[in-house]
Structures are given as structure tokens and as C-alpha cells.
T-cell receptor, first 114, second 115 residues
């Protein structure tokens, strides 16, 4: 069974440029998560989807961040415009459904904003 | 709000040494507790979990016991191997309700095991 796939693995952009990250969850997983992991810190939830509905986006900085999960499968996280402080690893995870089901994490996208 | 505090690293051990990584938490209600491991270049993987007080989670020789009285979930392994070198994260999840099973992570502890 394929795991959570993320692309790109690495991205370097200049500040004020837009950037997008893509995530393909494990087949059949209804719940999808985007996390932000700063250097030396644990992951912090940005947004959670139940199928195609964003049900917890309280930690998403909506002035510059946006996300979508069309058809309840793949998801894209976008930053526009990027700032220096956005340099971090962006993790995607999926689980079968909401609840105490194991979350499976992708390898992440490491973003560097110069 | 919820929080997780784990011992700061890095931790460096020789092969076959005993490992303890301390983790304490603050939470309302009765959270579930987890240890995740992140090997170099890979995503986080669930290592073990415990869902109620006095439960012991175990996997791959690692163990952790959910201690409600001390709000702790310390990770232990009797004999570490070089292949255990990774970053270990302690985490908790509320049991639903308004928090919707949100995971709160500690900062992670880097473990390096030398041959």
C-alpha cells in the first residue's frame, strides 16, 4: 500500500513569491491534515479536512495561506506571498476518518524562503 | 490549552545502552498519548500509544506507560541499536468533543546511537 505522497520534497523561493504544495493521501482515507513544522519544534496543525470540507482551519493564517481538497482526495496548500518566516517543513497526513485513528504522515516539503 | 513537554536533546548513547526520554503533559479531560518517531528523510511514524491511565504501549522493544497521577508518558528501551537513531516526538490527543482529536506534539528529542 502506498503511503502519503507529497511534492515537491524541497522548494526554494524568493520572498513575496507564491508557492504550492501537493499531497496525495492514502487511498480511502477520509481525513487529511496539513501541519507546519518549524526547525526544532513539533508539528502544529494548520488545517484538517473531512472529505472535501475544511472542518478545522483555526490555525491557518488566512491572509496568505489557502488550501483546497477537491473531490475529497488530493489536497493543495498555497502561500501567497511567501515571507521569510514561512521557511519550514510542511507535512501532510491522512487517517481513515476522524477520531483516534492513526495518522499517517508524508515525508514533508521543506520550504526555504530567501 | 493542551501542551506536551519532553526532555531536550540531543541524546547520545552507545549501542545496547538503556534509553529513557521523559515526557509530561498538560491537558483537560482524559487524553490519549502517543510516541511518534521520525527517521532521517522520512515522515513521522506512530511508534506506540496508550488511550487510558495505566495502559502500557509497546512496539519494537520500546515501552511507555500512561501515568495519570504524574501526567507522564516516558519512553523507554532496554537496549538501543544504531538503527534507533531518529527524532522522537511525544504527543497527545483530546478525546473528541470540541477539540476533534487534535494532536499536540512536543518539540522532539534527537537520539543518536553510536556503535
Amino acid at each position: 500500500e502506498a503511503g502519503v505522497v507529497q511534492s515537491p520534497r524541497y522548494k526554494i523561493i524568493e520572498k513575496k513569491q507564491p508557492v504550492a504544495f501537493w499531497c496525495n493521501p492514502i487511498s480511502g482515507h477520509n481525513t487529511l491534515y496539513w501541519y507546519l513544522q518549524n526547525l526544532g519544534q513539533g508539528p502544529e496543525l494548520l488545517i484538517r479536512y473531512e472529505n472535501e470540507e475544511a472542518v478545522d482551519d483555526s490555525q491557518l493564517p488566512k491572509d496568505r495561506f489557502s488550501a483546497e481538497r477537491l473531490k475529497g482526495v488530493d489536497s493543495t496548500l498555497k502561500i501567497q506571498p511567501a515571507e521569510l518566516g514561512d521557511s519550514a517543513v510542511y507535512l501532510c497526513a491522512s487517517s481513515l476518518r476522524r477520531g483516534l485513528y492513526e495518522q499517517y504522515f508524508g515525508p514533508g516539503t521543506r520550504l526555504t524562503v530567501t | 490549552g493542551n501542551s506536551v513537554t519532553q526532555m531536550e536533546g540531543p541524546v547520545t548513547l552507545s549501542e545496547e545502552a538503556f534509553l529513557t526520554i521523559n515526557c509530561t503533559y498538560t491537558a483537560t479531560g482524559y487524553p490519549s498519548l502517543f510516541w511518534y518517531v521520525q527517521y532521517p528523510g522520512e515522515g513521522l511514524q506512530l511508534l506506540l500509544k496508550a488511550t487510558k491511565a495505566d495502559d502500557k504501549g509497546s512496539n519494537k522493544g520500546f515501552e511507555a506507560t500512561y501515568r495519570k497521577e504524574t501526567t507522564s508518558f516516558h519512553l523507554e528501551k532496554g537496549s538501543v541499536q544504531v538503527s534507533d537513531s531518529a527524532v522522537y516526538f511525544c504527543a497527545l490527543s483530546d478525546q473528541g468533543g470540541g477539540s476533534n482529536y487534535k494532536l499536540t506534539f512536543g518539540k522532539g528529542t534527537l537520539l543518536t546511537v553510536n556503535p
